[in-house]
């Protein structure tokens, strides 16, 4: 396949950085889509260039490193992550633009890779159980429903790759944190800390810097994990009653 | 170049290729009954008092679920713990990709399991090349590792009553696998990263993400800090500390393909095995039976179809050699089912390193199905048959989806295709009891170390170990060194700091002032092929000297004719890649040097000399039955230690899963 | 100090977005049921107007009642605006490099257009209030007669385009901001998300008609009666 990129270079954060444009020839359908950027950077590094950086690590599309967007959807628009993205669904002679996830919160450090810390802040902020090792009861002490733990898994599923934000029109990190909140709000062990678990990291969102929802559904539309809108909704009910109960 | 603690190396040549010793540090195993050990052990250990512990600062590096579990949990604990990852965030570390699930000796299906029967089924797995005393308190703290991880908030998969479900694995006939969806690894590195930073919350933890360890500190023989490089703006840093904990993984990556992260290296265990650590049976390579097979030359990755899909899928082959239809139109009866066939008790849940070479073995008969016949088919059809497509699909329905993804094949259709890839290391950093090296201060979790798994790991038990050491026996041994050890104060500005931060810095611009003609990608993709093809399911004395040979060459290659672009003051993919490159350079001798000295075939190293006539592995205990943990000598030859595994418990006999 | 904390929030500036919001679904939900009184005839949409003003008037006095839902309307619709104002900026603010070229794939017309959307149908109310409710841009505006100003003002045809406009704008506006809404206050979950964006979609589709029929009627001639 011939393929012409238009990639988004940038030396550090302090750079304000550019489009270039690079072609290659060697691309195959059947290639990753980080591979075809594997043998764009080998070419560029024997012509004595500085090769793209960007992020990947697992490249089985659940550590949740890489991600960049692609003709203007993050991810590149196929439901799965960036390093998932098999060539076959590009056309030979094909342009492709790549640009790194765009949001205030996440400075771009270099090139493609963008710095995310403020997703670990929000967590940090609340997403967790408080459960100090060795004080677990048995785990078949507490029965769970499987309806619930069944639906508290499909929020779990987040991989933290950004690519909401990223989407977003806004900006918002709204399902990423919803997601986490759903899941550990679902489950029995998460009902100590349920409100201020939700308020404090909402707290912590809105303090990085991230927009409001508004509800497009761009989030859901490229999440590799196909984390549903409902989890916005029950992050709004549960500040609504953290609200109420005075938490927040 | 400090030097390890106690003069007690006698080395006595050997085949040119390493010196023999009769040394060994003690194992530390607490006398006693078995089944009393870890109690008793836990008694004994030393206590620090509450109010003292933050006054002693323990260096973290790994966010796995190792690493994670061990930094939160020390934080918890009320030590000053930093902990630092390669990854931008700990969320990240590779035990995420592990999909099966996590053993536990929980016996609630009532089907005969106990804790003993789990440790057996461990020694057994890894075909007595453990020590049975770190093998029984995995098996006896798996219990507590489902109660923690429930508590945190992993959402497993549940029965309708509300209670844990659970499954089969490979080289098990019970059901004692716990696990959520097939992101089993997922789910529990989330838990452990949630505790994580709740610590960090707390101020317990502080953590450095994109920071590599490049070096470990040595004071008087004893670890006390590292050498770091921020990732982000290339600065070279020492951090000190009162103990250091590694958990940094394995080094599978040294066969450049495999289904490890990119990023996955060696370089800390190296190190650390440069300073002084002994390094414990390297050539213990796990190849997972059931991974995508590689499609082409640019592949930079094998992906896993996990374990459990053999828990509905079967195996074959085509009879004939070279038979090209397609599967569909091979009938039922000049299909080979040769898992079922050749090991009819376990059938196509045999062991992954049996599993493995019996793929290999057909493929190199000719029988191996996909591109370059280098495949076999693992069959849903029966079980979609009988169970209906959407059951599987409840079951397996995220691996489904990334094998079309992969492939462009629908697998709910068309037979799944599977080869064996290297997956996992049992081989890592020699550790006693504790989990501490041969130095003092140094202490090595999870797949870093050599410990628990022998010569083969079974299934679903690699997120039992990293979870057993990170929740329970670095936090339980960790403090307790501290409690016995008079420390001297240390800072970075002690000299044995600035000179291995000077060495660092050396090295790193020694590589960037190369700039020859191949990349690093050139460089490592042939290390690669060596490692594959000459150190890898099979191996025969005449290879592995042809391979050991090749190597010198290409490290001499990487050193005079790599290109590394870019500065070292700034984010360079390139470099950090070069860097580890050089330490699977050194890495990958070492391997051969171990795979050439065990002349027997035990677990997953298959020596070709050493097998039955029925082609099943033959172990030799009379001559093999230690450990072989070597120690680095400098540009002299490296020198073999032995530790000699007694068996009381289990019983030595063929492992045989007929 | 719930009020206050919520504020602080984008999700409570939000649930306050939805709270006025909802205020004026209602509102125009009985607003067109009133409209609607005209193909009953005169006597039916007049004596709804004067029914306003005399409901309650025991208590709160003539018109008196009316009042109180034009303060609350009033008081809704520039915490909505402001609302809106604020978390916009914090919106833009979000994202200072954009990118080359999107592609959106689930976001609506109606969703991209709630901010422009919700500008000109602030314009339009204030046109309409001056039309309709204090009639100084009326031709020939009669106190009390509904019948009379609505009959005057749809003969002209550019009038009723203009209100036909401003009505599909505001369908498009309630399309999105329904469901917004819903999901806002939290009363969307997974099983229930489909219902909810039907239960959107009839109002952003009946309520425009309903307003619609009216202005139309009368430029066609129907129901008009001398």
């Known amino acids: ?248 | 170049m400090a030097t390890v603690v106690e003069p007690r190396i006698a080395p006595v040549k050997n085949d040119n290729l390493w010196y023999a010793s009769d040394s060994m540090p003690p194992d530390m195993a607490p006398s006693g009954p078995i089944a009393e050990m870890w109690d008793k052990h836990r008694f004994e250990m030393k206590l620090v008092n509450p109010s003292n512990r933050r006054k002693f600062t323990i260096l973290v590096v790994g966010s796995g679920l190792a690493g994670g579990a061990a930094a939160a949990t020390l934080g918890e604990q009320g030590y000053n713990v930093k902990c630092f990852c390669y990854q931008d965030s700990p969320r990240r570390a590779h035990s995420i990709a592990a999909q099966g699930g996590i053993n536990a000796a929980k016996n609630y299906r009532n089907d005969g399991d106990s804790i003993y029967r789990l440790f057996y089924d461990t020694v057994k797995g890894g075909d007595f090349r453990a020590r049975e005393s770190n093998v029984y308190r995995l098996a006896e703290v798996s219990v507590n590792i489902i109660d923690q991880c429930v508590a945190a908030g992993v959402p497993f998969a549940r029965e309708y009553g509300g209670l844990l479900d659970t499954r089969s694995f490979g080289g098990a006939q019970v059901a004692r696998t716990f696990y959520a969806r097939g992101q089993t690894g997922q789910q529990l590195l989330l838990g452990v990263y949630q505790g994580l930073c709740r610590q960090i919350d707390r101020g317990m933890v502080k953590m450095y993400p994109r920071t590599e360890m490049l070096d470990v500190v040595l004071v008087d023989g004893v670890a006390r800090g590292i050498i770091t490089r921020d990732m982000v703006t290339g600065a070279v840093e020492a951090h000190a500390g009162d103990a250091v904990v590694l958990c940094t993984g394995g080094y599978g990556n040294v066969y450049y393909l495999s289904t490890y992260a990119r990023g996955s290296n060696a370089t800390a265990i190296w190190r650390a095995y440069k300073r002084g650590a002994l390094f414990g049976n390297p050539c213990f390579v796990q190849i997972h039976p059931t991974c995508i097979p590689v499609k082409g030359e640019y592949q930079s990755k094998l992906t896993l179809m996990s374990e459990s899909v053999r828990n509905d899928g079967r195996v074959w082959v085509p009879k004939k050699v070279g038979d090209n239809r397609p599967p569909g139109q091979i009938p039922e009866d000049e299909r080979d089912y040769y898992l079922e066939r050749m090991y009819p008790s376990f059938g196509n849940l045999a062991p992954r390193d049996i599993a493995s070479r019996a793929a290999k073995r057909v493929c190199d008969e000719g029988r191996g199905v996909g591109p370059g016949g280098l495949g076999v088919y693992l069959d849903l059809a029966d079980s979609i048959k009988r169970l209906g497509k959407k059951v599987i699909e409840e079951r397996y329905g995220n691996l489904m989806e990334m094998y079309e993804q992969i492939t462009g094949e629908n697998p709910y259709e068309v037979p799944i295709r599977i080869f064996p890839a290297v997956h996992y290391t049992m081989g890592g950093l020699w550790v006693d009891y504790n989990l501490m090296s041969n130095i003092p201060g140094l202490f090595v979790g999870g797949e870093a170390n050599f410990s628990d798994h022998g010569a083969n790991r079974l299934g679903a038990s690699a997120l039992m170990q990293g979870l057993s050491d990170g929740y329970f026996v670095l936090p339980s041994t960790v403090p307790d060194y501290i409690a016995s050890t008079k420390f001297k104060p240390v800072t970075t500005d002690d000299p044995a700091f600035k000179e291995a931060l000077n060495e660092t810095n050396v090295r790193v611009k020694r590589m960037l002032s190369i700039q020859g003609e191949k990349t690093v990608d050139d460089i490592y993709r042939e290390l690669g092929q060596v490692m594959w093809e000459f150190c890898g399911m099979g191996r025969n004395d005449a290879d592995l000297r042809t391979g050991l040979a090749r190597i010198p060459k290409l490290r001499e290659e990487f050193w005079q004719n790599v290109r590394v672009p870019g500065e070292g003051a700034e984010l360079n993919q390139q470099l950090e890649k070069a860097g580890r490159v050089a330490d699977f350079l050194e890495l990958g001798e070492l391997m051969f040097i171990d795979a050439l000295h065990r002349t027997e075939s035990c677990g997953a190293h298959f020596r070709e000399e050493s097998q039955y006539p029925d082609g099943e592995a033959k172990r030799d205990d009379e001559n093999f039955r230690y450990v072989a943990a070597w120690e680095y000598n400098g540009a002299d030859k490296p020198v073999l230690h032995k530790e000699n595994l007694d068996f009381e418990y289990v019983h030595l006999a063929v492992r045989s899963y007929k | 100090m719930a009020v206050v904390a919520l504020y602080r929030s984008t999700i409570g500036k939000k649930v306050i977005m939805a709270v006025t919001g909802f205020i004026w679904v209602g509102y125009v939900v009985l607003h067109m049921f009133g409209n609607l009184k005209y193909f009953v005839g005169a006597t039916s949409i007049n004596g709804w107007a004067e029914f306003l003003r005399t409901f309650g008037q025991d208590i709160l006095g003539y018109s008196g009642f009316l009042w109180v839902v034009r303060l609350v309307l009033v008081s809704a619709v520039l915490l909505h605006i402001l609302m809106a104002y604020q978390l916009t900026q914090l919106d833009w603010a979000s994202r200072p490099v954009r990118y080359s070229g999107r592609n959106y794939l689930s976001a609506t017309f109606s969703s991209r257009t709630m901010r422009w959307g919700g500008v000109f149908i602030l314009l339009f109310l204030v046109y309409h209030i001056l039309h309709m409710t204090v009639g100084n841009i009326h031709p020939n505006y009669e106190e009390l007669k509904p019948y009379h100003n609505l009959v005057v003002a749809f003969r002209d045809p550019i009038q009723v385009v203009f209100y036909v406009a401003a009505m599909i704008v505001l369908g498009l506006h309630l399309y999105h901001g329904v469901w917004s809404m819903l999901q806002t206050l939290g009363v969307n979950s997974f099983p229930r998300n489909a219902t909810l964006h039907r239960v959107a979609q009839a109002i952003a589709i009946l309520v425009p008609l309903g307003f619609i029929s009216l202005p139309l009627a009368i430029l066609l001639g129907i129901g008009v009666r001398p």
């Open chain 1, 1 to 248: 396949m011939n393929l012409t990129l238009k990639v988004w270079r940038q030396k550090n954060a302090q750079d304000a950085g550019r489009f270039e444009t690079y072609t290659t020839s060697e691309a195959d359908p059947e290639m990753s889509f980080m591979e075809m950027l594997d043998i764009v950077n080998q070419d560029i590094i024997r012509k004595g260039g500085d090769p793209i950086a960007f992020d990947h690590d697992c490249r089985e599309g659940i550590c949740g490193t890489c991600g960049v967007v692609i003709n203007g959807v993050p991810h590149g628009g196929h439901g799965t992550t960036t390093c998932q993205l098999y060539m076959r669904h590009f056309k030979d002679g094909e342009t492709i633009t790549i640009e790194p996830w765009r949001a205030r919160p996440f400075p771009v450090l270099k090139d493609l890779i963008v710095d995310r810390a403020a997703l670990d802040r929000i967590i940090v902020a609340g997403g967790y159980i408080s459960a100090s090792t060795g004080s677990a009861p048995d785990a078949n002490g507490i029965l769970v429903p499987k309806p619930d733990s069944d639906a508290a898994m499909n929020y779990a599923v987040c991989i933290g790759c950004g690519a909401c934000v990223a989407a977003c029109p806004n900006g918002s990190a709204m399902l990423f944190t919803a997601a986490k909140v759903a899941h550990l709000n679902l489950l029995p062990q998460g009902q100590p800390e349920r409100y201020t678990r939700t308020a404090n990291m909402v707290a912590q969102m809105d303090k990085e810097g991230f927009g409001g929802c508004t509800n497009h559904g761009e989030c859901t539309a490229v999440c590799p994990a196909h984390i549903d809108m409902s989890a916005i909704a029950r992050l709004n009910r549960d500040l609504l009653a953290a609200t109420l109960k005075g938490v927040a």
